[in-house]
């Protein structure tokens, strides 16, 4: 590939299966980019563990992790240990209503945060692993709530005045969890090295039944791939 | 002033000379006011002071500081060391494109967060005191920005979701920098709380020189205020 001749991208990077996909996708397709992950006031830090080390699996080398405190709104069982992570629901049940892992305005805020990297950085494209099919019950994983942040991006920045607004890259926006592990497979992603549980053991294995992990297995399941996800002992 | 009754309202305040006239507005018009400030990687700490005295004059209590990194972005003169705040410009100066001020996606990341408090507060606004006259070169401070954002944030949020979209009031935007002391003045805002200059003295002191000190004194001047600003000895 020539230097300078392909494009920028910034990629939402949180270490879960997700993002790990749409990392591997972006390499593959030529993009140079730059990975750009959260500390948010996240209950454990095992989802950066996990960005780090898929970062270092792709030869992503430019990898920012900025450090803000979602923690301060409160309301969200990812955040606020007051809270309980819901164990053991059915899809049925994750389908109804909005979750209490719900974190308010959370990809409004990375997003923003993507929107300066990307002007920073020269970059047209900012990729996310955003994914309307699993995460129904999260308004700000909808097609057409990306279509708003990115007519107001185009509205917000010296790049998008200036001429080149930025464009946002949703390629698992309307695929399956298992359609996702398919094509993550595909692009050679390990997801070993990933992590998605909203309530680890210490260490760091799976809880195997929140809803991240329920909605995990399933994936791999339907995929007919094993599932190389360590689950905490029971 | 009925318990309740009032409408709820997130303040975005920096501690300056507009975010304070703001603030006095929502307070005279019997909002029920939740502040929000950032830390965000500023080179100095007495707009954060400004903010707290400013807060307090008006019976504030709910004063939320918000801690950010923006600083991981480089390329502002506000939040890094190694760039020269521009001294002595003229009003025409100024005028010609976006300044080295400028903080990529300030206003959006900002916004972002004041529309998860928003959320958490059960706020039906965010107020802000952003300026298109006195701010042109900065593409997000501009109405078509604001109405952008707004409609990006109907669909972003579980409030909005649910049926009472959060909505924007920029009382200033279309204000000279007289025009807001004058209303700051008849809303009984003490100016000598606030704190507008981008490269203060070690005490706070302005420096008179920089793009936020030409406008606000000549704000005060064609107002025919008296200038309580406090400006460093030279």
Redesign the interface.
């Known amino acids: 590939m020539r230097e300078g001749s392909e494009k920028r991208a910034v990629v939402l990077l949180s270490g879960g299966l997700d993002s790990a996909t749409v990392l591997a996708e972006a390499v593959a397709t030529g993009r140079q980019v730059t990975a750009l992950s959260f500390r948010y006031g996240q209950r454990h830090e095992h989802e950066l563990q996990a960005a780090a080390r898929v970062a270092a699996a792709f030869g992503v080398t430019d990898h920012?992790i900025?450090?803000?405190?979602?923690g301060?709104?409160?309301?969200s069982a990812l955040t606020d240990a007051g809270l309980a992570v819901p164990h053991g629901r059915s899809e049925a049940d994750m389908g109804e209503g909005?979750p209490i892992t719900?974190?308010?305005?959370?990809?409004?805020?990375f997003?923003?945060?993507a929107?300066?990297?990307a002007?920073?950085r020269g970059a047209e494209e900012i990729h996310l692993g955003i994914n309307a099919v699993d995460y129904s019950g999260y308004?700000?994983c909808?097609p057409?709530?990306l279509a708003?942040?990115q007519?107001?991006?185009?509205?917000?920045?010296?790049q998008?005045?200036e001429g080149a607004p930025v464009r946002l890259v949703a390629p698992l926006v309307l695929l399956s969890k298992a359609d996702i592990v398919r094509r993550g497979v595909s692009l050679g992603v390990d997801y070993a090295l990933t992590h998605s549980c909203y309530d680890p053991a210490p260490d760091g294995g799976a809880c195997g039944d929140c809803d991240a992990c329920v909605l995990r297995r399933r994936g791999f399941a339907e995929a007919g791939v094993d599932d190389p996800t360590r689950y905490a002992a029971r």
């Open positions: 920012v900025a450090t803000i405190d979602l301060i709104f409160g309301g909005i719900y974190v308010p305005a959370r990809n409004t805020i997003l923003s945060f929107l300066a990297l002007e920073v308004p700000d909808r057409e709530y708003a942040f007519a107001m991006a185009a509205l917000a920045t010296r998008g005045v």
